[in-house]
């Protein structure tokens, strides 16, 4: 289930996306456990997880705090340390993630695979320019002179509803506002038009009408790149009114999987998911 | 998508208002400027900073001018290695209250800082010093500032097997005391010049900058704007010379700035005791020593060289506290 793209391509150099982006399964995650040996003994962050994120679609993985939600996306980037534990494979583009060498992996990292942060002044380097950064995004893939990737940059900054894109490139991170952070993080994560991006609860640091606000812009930039998107959060709300499929985790397990309105009306799992009780809101989709 | 994709044309952005229909008229009333701009601007505000920067530069104008630089003659008419006879008692001749007060005409006189027991021009002399222990002392910085920076972000950022190698490495050189071991070595290689003098120095004190850096290094890999550098696919290069040494920037000028004026003061400990810059050539550390004797009789001997190194001393440590606070992006920006 691809949803319509919510916008047309802007003007530069999105025109020249293909039209059309590959089909079916984009990644594909089997079996992953992930343990951190400690001085009592392997813990187990995340056991016997295997999911699919097809291409375009949102899947959004749900769970509370330490169920390994991060964890999982983390040993699918490559990024925990060097004493994580991580058995299973994950499978993009023919090769697995978890076998091939660091510098294939870090040339997939940002380029065909990109992920945003939760927190967007800490994921920023506080003594270059929002430009800089994003053009240093592009600059990591690419041959391109730094005048063509700052052109890029103001390309994606006004895509992710930043006025005064060209001016903004000069500002620094602590002069945007935290919605204006996050958009120029989803700017540094499309640049490069990834194929998929992982964004670990991307609106938690910020207040309620800014999050609505920044993942719309987030949906909607993901459609004009083509990109598919794993959506970490804890927000059920969120989960219930974008993604396609839904992967609830609990205790490092996949304890449910499926369609939205599979996992929301009926629900497999004895297992409360932890986050829908105690939440004051109602667990029950919200429209749009 | 392959990587071959480049923007078909350069066009400015369509500008696009917070809402729709709505034209933002001018979202930025008065001109930001850039980090450039703001850096100078610290640094030219800083007034100890600026007294620093006037003071050292008229030192170092003063001291390549007057002597000229190797076979590059100077203004000054007296070699710092001619001898001649003794004026006044080699009293220095510098004579700055105005004419109306004690009716003596002169100002700056054959000698303005005296003579030595053996006539040679004090001036000329203390010039020399100035520039052999300036040049030992700026070298002396630019090698530990060097070789800290590299070994410390290596052992930070890399740690592992290789980390702990360079650290333990470090921790030798720590444990070798400075003044020993630098008049050892420089007793032996002592004819070898200031240039071997001034690496002798820089390869014995990089260790602090080094265990610095490493402790910044290791706080700042941890932050998630490196993880995000690493998610966007940079290596570890990129990381280290892009995101972690820009963040140092202070702590490697304020190291390096201290340390080069502890090389004046180390320069001066060793000529002091024999082992530094020696005869024929000149330092103001070996000025001192040579004419340590001479404090009762004639005290200028001691006070030229001793102004000088104070001068030199001080002016750089201020110039490093300025730049720390110019180079810091989170102080306010300044708008015109």
């Not at chain 1, 038009?193 to 800014?210: S, Y």
């Not at chain 2, 933002?24 to 850096?39: C, D, M, N, P, S």
């Not at chain 2, 009293?91 to 027991?117: K, S």
Request: with cysteine.
């Amino acid at each position: 289930m691809i949803r319509p793209a919510g916008r047309t391509a802007v003007d530069g150099y999105i025109d020249d996306l293909p039209a059309t982006r590959p089909e079916g399964v984009v990644l594909s995650v089997r079996n992953l456990t992930v343990g951190f040996p400690t001085d009592d003994g392997m813990v187990q962050a995340v056991r016997d997880v295997s999911y699919d994120v097809s291409a375009g679609e949102i899947l959004g993985i749900v769970g509370e705090s330490g169920s390994g939600k991060s964890v999982s996306s983390l040993a699918v980037m490559g990024l925990l340390p060097k004493s994580a534990r991580i058995t299973g494979s994950a499978t993009y583009g023919g090769a697995d993630l978890l076998r091939i060498s660091q510098a294939a992996r870090r040339s997939l990292r940002g380029r065909k695979i990109a992920m945003i942060f939760q927190d967007p002044l800490s994921s920023m380097n506080p003594v270059h320019t929002v430009g800089a950064q994003i053009a240093e995004a592009v600059r990591s893939h690419e041959a391109v002179s730094q005048k063509v990737a700052l052109e890029r940059a103001a390309e994606m900054l006004d895509l992710c509803g930043i006025p005064q894109a060209t001016r903004r490139l000069k500002s620094y991170p602590h002069e945007f506002s935290g919605g204006m952070r996050q958009r120029a993080m989803i700017a540094m994560a499309i640049v490069n038009r990834p194929e998929l991006i992982i964004a670990d609860e991307p609106t938690t640091a910020l207040d309620v009408t800014i999050q609505a606000q920044v993942l719309e812009k987030l949906f909607e930039v993901k459609d004009t790149v083509g990109a598919a998107l794993v959506l970490i959060t804890h927000d059920l709300g969120v989960v219930a009114g974008s993604a396609d499929r839904v992967l609830v985790m609990y205790a490092g397990r996949a304890v449910e999987k499926g369609g939205v309105d599979e996992v929301f009306y009926r629900p497999r799992s004895r297992t409360p998911p932890g986050c829908s009780d105690p939440s004051p809101r109602s667990a029950l989709p919200v429209s749009g | 998508m392959t990587a071959e994709a480049t923007p078909t044309a350069a066009e400015e952005p369509t500008l696009v208002g917070p809402l729709p229909g709505v034209e933002v008229e001018r979202e930025f009333t008065v001109k930001a400027r850039t980090q450039g701009e703001l850096v100078r601007r610290r640094f030219f505000r800083h007034r100890a900073a600026m007294i620093g920067l006037v003071v050292l530069l008229g030192v170092i104008l003063l001291s390549v001018t007057s002597i000229g630089i190797g076979p590059v003659p100077g203004w000054w008419n007296q070699d710092y290695l001619a001898t001649g006879s003794s004026v006044d008692g080699g009293r220095p001749t510098l004579d700055l209250t105005p004419e109306v007060v004690d009716g003596q005409r002169e100002f700056i006189g054959p000698h303005p800082f005296g003579q030595e027991n053996t006539g040679r021009d004090y001036f000329a002399m203390t010039m020399r010093g100035t520039q052999q222990s300036l040049f030992i002392a700026f070298s002396v910085g630019l090698i530990s500032v060097l070789l800290g920076t590299l070994v410390g972000a290596i052992a930070g950022y890399f740690g592992g097997l290789l980390g702990n190698v360079l650290m333990r490495i470090t921790d030798l050189v720590i444990t070798l005391p400075l003044i020993v071991v630098a008049s050892v070595v420089s007793f032996r290689f002592g004819g070898a010049g200031v240039g071997a003098l001034a690496l002798v120095l820089g390869l014995l004190v990089w260790t602090q900058l080094a265990r610095l850096m490493r402790g910044e290094v290791l706080s700042l890999r941890e932050k998630e704007f490196v993880e995000a550098a690493r998610a966007m696919g940079a290596g570890p290069w990129r990381i280290i010379g892009r995101h972690i040494l820009p963040n140092v920037v202070g702590t490697i000028l304020v190291s390096g700035t201290l340390w080069t004026s502890s090389a004046i003061l180390l320069e001066t400990a060793l000529s002091f005791l024999g082992v530094g810059v020696r005869a024929p050539d000149i330092s103001l550390g070996s000025l001192i020593s040579d004419y340590q004797a001479a404090f009762q009789t004639r005290p200028w001997l001691f006070w030229w060289p001793g102004l000088f190194i104070i001068l030199i001393a001080l002016s750089i440590n201020f110039i490093g506290d300025g730049l720390r606070d110019a180079f810091d992006p989170r102080q306010n920006r300044v708008r015109a």
